[in-house]
C-alpha cells in the first residue's frame, strides 16, 4: 500500500466524484479509478458505492477514511517537525547553568527560546560549576553552558553574556544588616560559606583575590556544591557567602544582599563545543546575537556593570 494510493482514497471521499478527485490531484481520472480499484483489491473491500450519477462512501470507506485522514496527518506532521529540525528550529537543548546564574539567566533565556524558537523544547542542567560543564560538553551530554570563563579544555568556544559584580549575603539579624555598602576589608572576622575548594569555582578565586587585596584570607567555616545551600546557611546564621549579583534575582527570607565598594567583578558567557555544526546550535546563536543577548567585548574589563536578565547592561561611564 502506497502513500499516494491513500492520498487518492482521501480525494475521491472528499469530493465525491472522480473527475473532480483526479483534477484536485492534477492527474487524469482513469489512472485515478485504476488505483482506487487496486486499494479495494488489496483492502478486499469495496470503499466506494458506485453509480451513474454519484460516487459515496461504504461502512467500510467510511471507518477507513477515518484512520487515513488521521495517517496522513501524522505523516504530514512529522515531515513538517524534521523539516524544523534540519532548520534547526526544532529540537531538545541540553543546557547547563552555574546556580546563581539560574536566578538571573535561565528565566531570561526561557522567555526569549518561548518568544524565539517556541518548538525548542530545553533540558536544564543547574547547579553546575564552570569545569563540570565544560565535561558536559565534550563528553556531550550538554550542547550550550552558561558558566564563568576561564575556561581551560580545549575545544570550547564561548562569548560573553555579563559581567556581574559581587555581593555579601548575609543573615537579617547580622551587623551589616543595616549598611548600605560594605567593604571587603569589613568581613575579615567572618566565616564564610563557599563552594567546595576542589570544585574549581571561579567565583571562588574572585572572593578569594578580592580577600588578599585587604591582606586577609577568607575563613572557609563551611563548604557546598549548590549556591541554594550556601544561601540556606546564610539564613540559617551560619555565617556570609559572597556571590554574583545575580542571586538578588532569587530572595531568600532571612538573606540580606549587601554591595561590596571593593570586591572584583566575575564573568558570565555562553560556551558550546566548537565542532558543533548542528543548525539548532547554529539557529541559537543567531537568535541571541539578533536579541542583542552577548555583551560587547570592552576595551578595559567593566567590573563595576549590573546586568538585568539577558539584556545587554549599558557599558559602564569610561568603558570603550
Sequence with gaps: MELRHLRY?????????????AEHLHMAQPPLS???????????VDLFSRTTRQVSLTGAGEVFR????????????AVARVGRFTSGVEGVLRLGLTGSASYRQLPALARLLKREMPHVMMEV???????????????????????????????????????????????????LAAADVVRIEQ???????????TLGSVVNDAVVRSCLASDFYPHRAYEVTETSAALALVAAGLGIAVLPDSIRSAPREGVLCKDIEDALSVPLALAWRSDDASPLLRNLLKVL???????????????????EGLEKPEKPEGAA
Design 9 to 21: 482514497f482521501l480525494a475521491v471521499a472528499d469530493t465525491r466524484h472522480f473527475g473532480k478527485a
Design 34 to 44: 485504476q488505483a482506487i480499484r487496486r486499494l479495494e483489491t488489496e483492502l478486499g
Design 66 to 77: 477515518t484512520d487515513v485522514e488521521r495517517i496522513l496527518t501524522a505523516v504530514d506532521d
Design 125 to 175: 542542567h543547574t547547579e553546575m560549576l564552570t569545569p563540570a560543564q565544560e565535561l558536559g560538553l565534550i563528553e556531550r551530554r550538554l550542547d550550550v553552558g552558561v558558566l564563568r570563563p576561564p575556561i581551560r579544555q580545549e575545544g570550547i568556544a564561548h562569548r560573553s553574556l555579563a559581567e556581574e559584580q559581587l555581593v555579601v549575603a548575609v543573615p537579617a539579624e547580622h551587623w
Design 187 to 197: 568581613l575579615r572576622h567572618e566565616d564564610f560559606i563557599m563552594y567546595g575548594a
Design 289 to 307: 546575537e539578533r536579541n542583542n543577548v552577548f555583551l560587547e567585548e570592552p576595551a578595559e574589563p567593566a567590573e563595576h556593570s549590573e546586568p
